[in-house]
């Protein structure tokens, strides 16, 4: 009976160990996407038109072999559209997964990216899965975390006068480009980062750098009556309230009103609100910055916690046809500003439906 259970043990065990292994989380890394990545440079010049952008598309999906495009395209009202997260991505999920893909895959996947994002919005999308390689301890392999478990995907089919869309998501990314034309969005898009900067080639690279200190720069030019109404709480809240899954959710509005601001003010306020959109080339970017700048006095913008940097802060920027969220994450309470999430939306386009849809149009 003893030898039965020992055996039993032994067979309990090694199962355990065959399964961890095929399923990856034994596997040793592959090194080649952050290889990639680090090393990727955006030429001087580069076609973001329509046609190029469609064309990167099809390129990208060429070099994928039928069962690899299976899991990469599909249909524009596929549901998996709206199934995006931050969360770290499992084996099961769809899209190319880079640690998947070959060094030409890679790189066209990456061009396609630069056609369809301004070189700002390119790089700080780049910069995301090399911060999370820095959350794995170097030589192991944690999956869904690090460069080479993110993944892209299409949806419908590319071409510069129809509608579609490209999806690159994984542990703090979740990017929704959706394109008509020369008509783009990215909402709703989730951009994070852990750690806030790391080294590349000598190079300190602070994903969300903007983000951040632009919107110091703001709360601390307020004061009086102004900073007191903007300030809604002397701590931090780490949620944020129109996050993956919540599809359709309007925050109640909280903070100073635009129209309350100064001119001056305003244009802080505009200018970090920009930042967000600029991931947008730069037609398609200008197009949203005209629109929000008339909705300006509309716009609530929100703070919590203190207005020193390197503190556990969140803030709010939301209006008519806007909801942006900001919160560092309190998971590890002496470096809370090591974990920041952010979201962006247009809840008046979500996933471009006024455009990418003609029959949805105002």
């Not at 020369?182 to 000598?202: A, N, R, V």
């Amino acid at each position: 009976m003893k030898k039965r259970i020992i055996i039993g043990i032994f067979l309990t065990t090694a199962v355990f160990f065959l399964y961890l292994f095929f399923t990856g989380r034994f596997a040793p890394p592959n090194p080649l996407p952050t290889k990639t990545l680090s090393s990727y440079k955006l030429p001087e010049k580069i076609d973001r038109s329509p046609k190029a952008q469609a064309q990167a598309a099809r390129d990208f999906l060429s070099l994928l072999d039928e069962h690899m495009r299976e899991q990469t395209q599909f249909p524009l009202d596929s549901p998996e559209r709206k199934k995006w997260t931050n969360h770290p991505p499992k084996h099961s999920e769809k899209g190319a997964r880079l640690g998947d893909l070959t060094q030409e895959q890679i790189e066209a996947g990456l061009h396609l990216l630069s056609t369809i994002l301004s070189k700002e919005g390119f790089y700080r999308v780049r910069n995301v899965p090399l911060a999370d390689d820095h959350i794995v301890p170097e030589g192991k392999r944690y999956v869904g975390f690090g460069a080479e478990d993110f993944r892209l995907v299409i949806f419908g089919e590319p071409a510069e006068d129809s509608p579609w869309a490209v999806q690159f998501d994984g542990h703090h990314l979740a990017v929704n480009i959706n394109i008509h034309g020369s008509q783009m969005s990215l909402s709703p898009s989730l951009i994070g980062t852990e750690p806030h900067h790391f080294h590349l080639d000598g190079e300190v690279i602070r994903p969300i750098k903007a983000f951040t200190d632009k919107a110091y720069a703001l709360i601390q030019s307020l004061a009086g009556e102004q900073k007191k109404k903007a300030i809604i709480s002397e701590t931090s809240e780490d949620t944020q309230l129109a996050e993956p899954e919540f599809d359709g959710f309007i925050p109640d509005l909280q903070g100073i009103k635009g129209a309350e601001l100064s001119s001056s003010h305003k244009a802080q306020l505009l200018g970090l609100i920009a930042e967000y959109v600029r991931s947008l080339p730069q037609h398609a970017a200008q197009v949203r910055i005209q629109q929000l700048k008339a909705e300006i006095d509309e716009i609530h913008f929100s703070w919590c916690g203190p207005t020193t940097e390197k503190s556990a802060v969140s803030y709010r920027i939301q209006g008519p046809s806007l909801i942006i969220e900001y919160a560092c994450q309190l998971f590890v309470p002496e470096r809370p500003f090591d974990h920041i999430h952010t979201i962006y939306r247009d809840p008046s386009n979500e996933y471009g439906h006024r455009f990418m849809n003609p029959s949805t149009r105002d």
